[in-house]
């Protein structure tokens, strides 16, 4: 969570790493999202991962594998670079896929996200190796990030999806959801 908990206007984000849409998100939002309307205090912003295959598994291991502290900025640091790790990642998953499919999960998530240059984008914020691979070996924090997905209301069918106040937006872009945020209060 990023903000104020106490905020009048709670917004919870549906995200995956490997979504087009939720990069463009990230971008066009992060001026007066995070700048203005978090800062403000008005608003707190959930993010919660909605899972949609192994390499947006392996990008939301090493987004919370800084912990708290460090996720919103890997969180970014990941969307920024989405031009370049998406394909590449893409490209070694299906030149890699039937080599991958004999390895435990957490060694399939490693070896795409080092294929991918998703790991060199975690080291870039100061993760080192070995906590990258203690992040991969650790099965519980995987499985909570696979719930979060599970546990999506039924009404979110793609990402990027929101909740404004416990109601879903009908918006999928931030030029639809700030007029929303807005109206709640968000200043």
């Known amino acids: 969570m990023l903000g104020n908990p106490a905020a009048r206007v709670k917004l919870v984000e549906y995200a995956s790493y490997t979504c087009p849409h939720c990069a463009a998100f990230a971008t066009e939002s992060d001026a007066v999202l995070k700048g203005r309307m978090i800062r403000s205090g008005s608003t707190s912003l959930e993010l919660r991962h909605f899972i949609r295959d ?3 598994l392996a990008a939301a291991v090493l987004a919370r594998c800084g912990g708290a502290r460090g996720f919103f900025g890997t969180h970014q640091a990941i ?3 989405q031009k370049t790790w998406l394909p590449r ?3 070694f998953d299906q030149n890699n896929a039937q080599r991958l499919s004999a390895y435990p999960l957490a060694a ?4 795409l996200a080092d294929g991918a240059g998703l ?4 080291k870039a914020r100061g993760l080192t190796d070995p906590a990258i691979q203690a992040c991969f070996a650790d099965r519980a924090a995987i499985d909570r990030i696979v719930a979060m997905t599970n546990a999506a209301p039924d009404t979110i069918q793609g990402t990027p999806a929101f909740i404004v106040n ?3 937006a009908d918006s999928f872009a931030w030029a639809g959801l700030e007029p929303l945020l807005r109206a709640a209060g968000a200043r």
Do not use: Y
């Open 54 to 56: 192994r390499l947006d």
């Open 119 to 122: 790991s060199d984008i975690a």
């Open 108 to 111: 399939q998530l490693r070896a």
């Open 79 to 81: 969307f920024a670079a």
């Open 89 to 91: 990642g893409s490209e």
């Open 166 to 168: 416990g109601k879903q």
